[in-house]
């Protein structure tokens, strides 16, 4: 089993030094020391307040953050989780993705998702009813731009001609690219272009927030898993290939203070579906109650899971 820590911005009360470079950097630091697999960044660059004030949270740039990350790490892999391809122009986001994982020399774990905040798109001036083409059409302009330069393509809202892509990044369009999301949509990409499925173990009340299919349970999550599995059939691919992630409410178990014996028998139950990462969170009243929530999970759940 792998593991994805999420920054803790999104962790209610997170302290303020957390906010800052040094504590940043310790965390990143602790993350990769603990057996981390990953270390993600949330993506909301401009959602309204109402959204804040009501169960949302703050936000860096990923990809800045991200770039920050890497230059005190050395094996921790660097994942937008999940970058919002619709919001932006593909050849800008494949730019600053090829950027993050040449730098990093190639850490860089691409998860993407079409976005479900109306009034984000709206300000950022992008069509929402269109995010699901704009979608497709950004992981084909992404991976042509990191594939060579004179790059050729008619868009949307936007023409190349022939555009330079210097310097390419080492790995080209093999850099890794997860869908995220719970549809049927998301697990056809993922089966027919994607290299990993994010999912979210979410009831029915809280899927309909974020305009997501639910995924109430584990028998729900094997039929989902099984249906993965046939649309990698259909596409000439085995599910073998797909790195299944999940998140869901054992994500807060650090946060809640759970039994960690039975979240490690949660984890071993998702290791014999075929989930191969898991997300989590920790909570962050102080840069020092991180730091010790990541080494804890290090010892008694990574340490004998990984």
Known sequence: ?????????????????????????RFGEVAE?????????????APSEKWVQNGGHEA????TALGFIAASTTTLKLMPYALVLPLRNPLLAAKAVATLDTLSEGRVILAAAVGYLRSEFAALGMPFEERNELFDEAIEAMRGMWSGSDFRFQGRH????????LPLPPRGAAIPLWIAGNSKLARQRAATSGDGWAALLIPAERAATVRSAPIPDLASLRD????????????????????????????????????????????SQLQELGVRSFVIDVPASSSAEAYE???????EVISLLS
């Open 60 to 63: 860096f740039d990923v990809t």
């Open 1 to 25: 089993m792998q593991f994805t820590i999420q920054y803790p911005l999104a962790v209610p009360r997170c302290a303020p030094e957390l906010r800052g470079g040094v504590a940043m950097r």
């Open 33 to 45: 020391q603990a057996g981390f697999t990953a270390l993600a960044f949330t993506e909301h660059p």
């Open 158 to 165: 936007f023409t190349a001609l022939g555009q330079s892509a």
């Open 293 to 299: 929530a990541l080494e804890r999970y290090g010892k």
């Open 224 to 267: 989902c898993i099984d249906d993965l599995a046939r649309r990698c059939d259909e596409a000439g691919r085995n599910v073998d290939e797909i790195t299944i992630q999940l998140e869901g409410a054992h994500s807060g178990v650090l946060l809640r203070n759970d039994s960690l014996d039975e979240h490690r028998e949660f984890l």
